[in-house]
C-alpha cells in the first residue's frame, strides 16, 4: 500500500522558492511509494495547523517547504505523533536541514524523502513555547525584528539588520540556574540550541546530538562594539566557539531572569519582549527524516 505524503509549501521562505513546484515533486518523488498531494501556508502559525490536521487525518509524512521558522510549526504540528517530518529547505539559514545532513538543493531534499530512514528528535521549551532548533533572546532576537522590516532576504538582510542593531542595542545582566548552577553573566545574548548552530553553517557545537536528552546555552559576552566586523568573521570563516566571548553549557532545565525587557525569537521567528526566561529539554518528540547514514 503507498504511504500518503502532504506537501505544506511557504510561498514566502526564503529567495528558492523557484525551484520547488508540482512538477518537480511529481519528477522526484517515487510515485510507487507515495501519493501526494500540496497545502499553502498563508499566514504565521498556518504550517502547524495544516501539519495538525495531517497528524488527524492519518498522513504518513508531511514534508515542509520554508526557512526554520515553518519547519519549527510544522514540527510543533506533528509532536508526539506518528506522522515524521521531511524538510524540504528553501529558507535563508536552513540550519535544521543542516545539522540533519538534509540537503540544501530542494531536488535533492525531494528524493531523500523516497530514500531516508526515520529519526525521533528531541525539541525544547523555551517560556511554554515549543523548538525545534535554537531560540534566542537579546542581540540576535532584535537582529531578526528589524531583519523582518526590510525587503532584503538572504545573508545580506541578515547582515545589514546586524549592523543596524549594533548601533543602539546595549548589554544586559542574566542570572541563570542550569540544573541546579547559578550563572551570573552580562552579555548581549542568550542562545539555546537544539541543533549547536545558528543557520547558514555556523556552528557553535559540533558535538550537539539532536536526540541525546540535552539543550545547549551559549551565551555571548558583552564586547566592544567596534570588534562587532571581527566576529562576523569569526562567526562565518572560523570557529565561534573558540571566542573569547562565547561560553556554552549543557542542560535539561533552566531558569533565569534578567537586568531589562529583551526580544525573544523562536527558531527564527520574532515573539515578544520578556523579562525572565524559563526552558527544559523536550525529549523524543518527532519523527524526522533524515538520510539513511546519518547518525
Known sequence: ???????????????????????????????????FDIAYTERQGHAEELAAKAAEEGIDIVAIAGGDGSVNEAARGLKYSKTALAIIPIGSGNGVARKLNIPLKPYKALQL??????????????????????????FDAAMLQNFDKFKMR???????????????????????????KEIKE??????????????????????????????????MKEFPKW?????????????????????????KQ?????????????????KKEVESIKANVVEKV??????SNYN
Open 154 to 180: 538572504g545573508v545580506w538582510g541578515y547582515l545589514k539588520s546586524l549592523f543596524q542593531t549594533s548601533k543602539t542595542f546595549k548589554a544586559f545582566d542574566v542570572v541563570l540556574n542550569l540544573d541546579g
Open 227 to 251: 570588534k562587532i566586523l571581527w566576529y562576523i568573521l569569526v562567526a562565518f570563516f572560523l570557529n565561534p566557539a573558540k571566542a573569547s566571548i562565547i561560553s556554552i553549557y549543557r542542560f
Open 113 to 138: 524523502i523516497n530514500t531516508g530512514k526515520v529519526l525521533l528528535m528531541d525539541g525544547g521549551s523555551v517560556n511554554d513555547e515549543f523548538f525545534l532548533m535554537s531560540p534566542g533572546l537579546g
Open 254 to 270: 533552566m531558569t533565569g531572569v534578567i537586568s531589562a525587557k529583551q526580544c525573544l525569537q523562536i527558531d527564527g521567528d520574532y
Open 186 to 219: 552580562r552579555v548581549y545574548s542568550i542562545l539555546l540550541s537544539n541543533i549547536g548552530q545558528l543557520g547558514y553553517g555556523i556552528t557553535f557545537d559540533k558535538a550537539s546530538k539532536v536526540d541525546d536528552g540535552y539543550l545547549e546555552l551559549v551565551t
Open 286 to 291: 518527532v519523527n524526522v527524516i533524515v538520510p
Open 1 to 35: 500500500m503507498k504511504k500518503k505524503l502532504r506537501f505544506i509549501i511557504n510561498p514566502i521562505a526564503g529567495t528558492r522558492y523557484k525551484n520547488l513546484r508540482p512538477k518537480a515533486i511529481e519528477k522526484f518523488i517515487d510515485r510507487e511509494q507515495f501519493d
